[in-house]
């Protein structure tokens, strides 16, 4: 069933070339303008807490991996999820002999994105390549772990503000929102305090997402495994918050049509 949803997807950017060359032309300025920002940052400061330039391109690179592949296979879907809700296009989907939550959250897929998380691969290995750092097999896996738990995290908490739009119906303030709030994540976490840090680590865990695997990589020589710890507790609760949240506001869906 997935399968055939990628295809689909595939299909149809490919019927539309240019829009797809344009939107993966914007990503990479983008992401090019936030690496020309550190630059000048840098041409300023030594360090930003205990994160030199190269480590905090790495975390940027990271951020670019995980926004690009979050992007790729959830973002479309969940921001289009009160246009369905509105239109009572969720009716037919949940009448679907599939999971749901499955079919909101994965019918369609963005080869463009894709592309762009690649980039931020290249960028961690040249970033690791700056610092000297030839990270074992090993933390290479556990990177890669982390990677999929902070996926998990964005998806959870946006999956969650786009199913408020079963009370609210227009929910698209709440989804660009917090896309906003998701671009924090690609600073160093030493950089916030108090309460605002707590709220960002537990309860909208996103300054973890990106901070938690760029340290495992970018610090060969410490720990990994408290930050790690607490990246797999906080995406477990957003995770499983999210999933009965979904199925509570089911039980209060009316339909478009009621």
């Known amino acids: 069933m997935y399968w055939l949803m990628v295809r689909n997807s595939l299909i149809r950017e490919m019927n539309f070339k240019a829009n797809f060359i344009a939107w993966l032309a914007v990503e990479l300025l983008w992401f090019a303008g936030q690496i020309i920002f550190l630059e000048v940052l840098f041409g300023h400061v030594r360090a930003i807490g205990d994160w030199s330039k190269w480590e905090c391109i790495l975390l940027v690179g990271t951020h670019q991996v995980i926004a ?3 992007q790729a ?3 479309t879907n969940l921001a289009d999820l009160p ?3 509105r239109t009572g296009r969720l009716d037919l989907l949940l009448l679907q002999p599939i ?3 499955f079919a909101v959250s994965v019918r369609r897929f963005g080869l463009d994105s894709l592309v762009s998380s690649l980039v931020g691969f290249v960028i961690v290995g040249f970033s690791l390549y700056q610092l000297g750092i030839a990270p074992e097999p090993g933390r290479i896996a556990l990177y890669l772990a982390c990677v999929l738990l902070g996926l998990g995290v964005h998806y959870s908490i946006l999956f969650a503000l786009a199913t408020m739009s079963i009370w609210i119906v227009r929910a698209q303030g709440l989804i660009y929102g917090y ?3 998701f671009n924090i994540a690609r ?3 030493d950089v916030f305090r108090g309460a605002f840090r707590f709220i960002f680590s537990w309860i909208l865990p996103v300054i973890i997402v990106a901070n938690v695997p760029a340290s495992v990589l970018a610090r060969p020589f410490e720990n990994p495994w408290p930050g790690i710890l ?3 507790a906080a995406t477990v609760l957003v995770v499983a918050a999210a999933r009965l949240f979904w199925f509570f506001a ?3 869906y009316s339909s478009a049509s009621s």
């Open 99 to 101: 999971d749901s939550q």
């Open 187 to 189: 600073y160093p976490a």
């Open 68 to 70: 690009q592949i979050f």
């Open 250 to 252: 089911l039980r209060r």
């Open 179 to 181: 896309f906003n709030v």
């Open 83 to 85: 246009e369905q809700v």
């Open 73 to 75: 296979f959830f973002y």
């Open 230 to 232: 607490h990246l797999i």
